[in-house]
């Protein structure tokens, strides 16, 4: 059974900066020779949204509103999947959730999408 755990959510003021983390269980981002991974974000009452993804190959793609703030990354030796967020802005709060395309399509588009992480709160706020 793959799983997706998220960590590292929290409260922070304007420009700060923030770390999540996406701890993969039950499926092994080097052995597999294609995936992509994503970070969506969901503010109360608005649509997910995708924020960053990355593939196998390590091609990164990211909504422009994130551009130059978002850092998305891999880590094959602890199999986790991470979003370094700086210059955090209030538009930013949100449940940031991981997911999982088993086919590596690289999309930010929900649908496209396999497994998912419960999800980690950032807030964003003076």
Same mark, same amino acid.
């Given at each position: 059974?793959?799983?997706?755990?998220?960590? *590292?959510?929290?409260?922070?003021?304007? #420009? %700060? $900066?923030? @770390?999540?983390?996406?701890? &993969?269980? +039950?499926?092994?981002?080097?052995?597999?020779?294609?995936?992509?991974?994503?970070?969506?974000?969901?503010?109360?009452?608005?649509?997910?949204? *995708?924020?960053?993804?990355?593939?196998? #190959? %390590? $091609?990164? @793609?990211?909504?422009?509103? &994130?551009? +130059?703030?978002?850092?998305?990354?891999?880590?094959?030796?602890?199999?986790?999947?991470?979003?370094?967020?700086?210059?955090?802005?209030?538009?930013?709060?949100?449940?940031?959730?991981?997911?999982?395309?088993? @086919?590596?399509?690289?999309?930010?588009?929900?649908?496209?999408?396999?497994?998912?992480?419960?999800?980690?709160?950032?807030?964003?706020?003076?």
């Amino acid at each position: 059974q793959v799983l997706l755990e998220e960590s *590292g959510g929290g409260s922070v003021q304007p #420009g %700060g $900066s923030l @770390r999540l983390s996406c701890a &993969v269980s +039950g499926f092994s981002m080097r052995d597999r020779d294609r995936w992509s991974m994503c970070w969506f974000r969901q503010a109360p009452g608005k649509q997910r949204e *995708g924020v960053a993804v990355i593939d196998k #190959g %390590g $091609s990164t @793609r990211y909504r422009p509103d &994130v551009l +130059g703030r978002f850092d998305i990354s891999k880590d094959y030796v602890m199999n986790t999947l991470t979003l370094q967020m700086s210059g955090l802005k209030p538009e930013d709060t949100a449940k940031y959730y991981c997911a999982l395309d088993f @086919r590596g399509r690289g999309m930010l588009d929900s649908a496209w999408y396999d497994i998912w992480g419960q999800g980690a709160q950032v807030s964003v706020s003076l």
